[in-house]
């Protein structure tokens, strides 16, 4: 069982329709690892990409770690992220299928050390996004009926 976020991509899952998931290490260093545990990263915008049989996490913004000194690295740079071959061969057959992406979904950790659950996924139109929107305040307008009802037969 994973422990809870360090990062959270808000803006993934309404942005994307996630087709597959799994779990990547990442090379980090050690100023980076203490300002993640203080929750200063910023997963918006970020993106994976597969160069030359790796896998890349590029514009991920990790806030300078306020003791780090000049041992911080630059904020946004690219991280390598650790996965088996097999799945970096996965990775490369999903992403070379037009529409299709990889996003960070969320940061955690996992024995100490700092994972990420990387979406395989496909961006969603604009009506797509409206659609969803529909349904959850429909959702939401019948289950207020059914809290009032509950209430009415008291």
Not at 8 to 30: C, F, H, I, P, S
Not at 104 to 124: D, H, I, Q, T
Request: net charge positive.
């Amino acid at each position: 069982m994973p422990s809870p976020n360090l990062v959270t991509n808000r803006q993934a899952r309404r942005d994307y329709l996630v087709e597959d998931t799994l779990e990547a290490g990442m090379v980090l260093k050690g100023t980076e690892v203490k300002s993640l545990r203080e929750g200063r990263g910023n997963l918006a915008g970020s993106y994976a990409v597969v160069e030359r049989e790796e896998v890349w996490l590029h514009n991920f913004h990790i806030s300078p770690y306020s003791s780090g000194g000049v041992f911080n690295p630059p904020p946004r740079r690219s991280r390598k992220l650790l996965l088996h071959k097999s799945e970096i061969k996965k990775l490369i057959g999903l992403t070379n299928v037009k529409g299709y992406t990889l996003v960070p979904l969320r940061l955690y950790l996992r024995r100490g050390l700092v994972k990420v659950e990387l979406a395989v996924a496909r961006g969603k139109k604009s009506y797509d996004k409206r659609q969803a929107i529909k349904k959850r305040e429909s959702d939401l307008e019948m289950a207020r009926a059914v809290q009032h009802e509950k209430r009415g037969k008291r």
